[in-house]
C-alpha cells in the first residue's frame, strides 16, 4: 500500500521568507503522481502543484517549487517569500492507480504559520 | 480543471438524524469521490462513485451508514445516516480531471 508521510505538525515562517514542508512517500507502483493541497480555515481544498514521477524537471508554480528526489522518495514543497494569507493546512498527496480506478491518499499535513 | 458546487456548505444536526450532502459538477467525470477529515485530521476516502453501478467503499465504510447515488456524470449525493458526534467532520467531494483532483468547497458538519 502507498503511504504518504509528513514529519512537520506544524511550521512557522517570517512573512517574506522562504518555506520547506517535506513529504516522503512509498509506493512499488514505478508511475505515480504527487500533490501539493493548501487547505485553509474555511476548508476547501486549493491544488497547488503537481509532480509526476517521469517528470525530469522540479515542477514550479509561481512561489511554489517542489524538490523532487525521486531516489530518496522525497516531494518537499517549497513556498519562496511567505505571505501572511500562506498561513494553513498543507497536504501532500500521491495517487494511486489501482484496477477500480486512481485516487489519492493524503499526508497528515504541515500547518504552516507566517509570522509578520 | 473542473468546478464543484457541494451543498450545504455546513449545518447542525441532531443525533440520530440523516444529512444528504449534494456535489454539481460542471462537466461530466467519471468518477467522483467523497472524503472525510475529521478534525485537525488529514482526509480519507469514504468511497468512489461511477455512474451507472454501485459506489466502491473504502475498508471501515459501510453503504448502510454513508450510501451514494450517482444518477448521471455531473451529480452525486453523499448521506450520512444515523448521525452521531462521532461524525462531525467536514466531507468533500472530488473529481479527476487529467492529472489533478478538483474539489468541492467542503460541508462542515457538526452533529449534536
Known amino acids: 500500500a502507498q503511504k504518504i508521510t509528513q514529519t512537520q505538525p506544524g511550521m512557522f515562517v517570517q512573512e517574506k521568507e522562504a518555506v520547506t514542508l517535506d513529504c516522503t512517500y512509498d509506493?512499488?507502483?514505478?508511475?505515480?503522481?504527487l500533490f501539493w493541497y493548501k487547505q485553509p480555515s474555511s476548508g476547501e481544498m486549493i491544488f497547488l502543484i503537481y509532480?509526476?514521477?517521469?517528470?525530469?524537471q522540479n515542477a514550479t508554480e509561481g512561489r511554489y517549487s517542489l524538490n523532487f528526489q525521486k531516489a530518496r522518495k522525497s516531494a518537499n514543497l517549497v513556498i519562496s517569500a511567505s505571505q501572511l494569507g500562506d498561513s494553513a493546512m498543507y497536504f501532500c498527496a500521491m495517487r494511486e492507480v489501482r484496477t477500480s480506478g486512481s485516487r489519492l491518499t493524503f499526508g497528515e499535513g504541515t500547518q504552516l504559520t507566517v509570522n509578520p | 480543471s473542473a468546478v464543484i458546487s457541494q451543498k450545504p456548505s455546513r449545518d447542525i444536526c441532531q443525533r440520530g438524524t440523516s444529512l444528504t450532502i449534494q456535489c454539481q459538477v460542471d462537466s461530466q467525470v467519471t468518477m467522483m469521490f467523497w472524503y472525510r477529515q475529521q478534525p485537525g485530521q488529514s482526509l480519507t476516502l469514504i468511497a468512489t462513485a461511477n455512474q451507472g453501478s454501485e459506489a466502491t467503499y473504502e475498508s471501515g465504510f459501510v453503504i448502510d451508514k454513508f450510501p451514494i447515488s450517482r444518477p448521471n456524470l455531473t451529480f452525486s449525493t453523499l448521506t450520512v445516516s444515523n448521525m452521531s458526534p462521532e461524525d462531525s467532520s467536514i466531507y468533500l467531494c472530488s473529481v479527476a480531471r487529467n492529472y489533478g483532483y478538483t474539489f468541492g468547497s467542503g460541508t462542515r458538519l457538526t452533529v449534536v
Open positions: 509506493t512499488s507502483d514505478q508511475s505515480y503522481g
Open positions: 509532480q509526476g514521477s517521469y517528470d525530469e
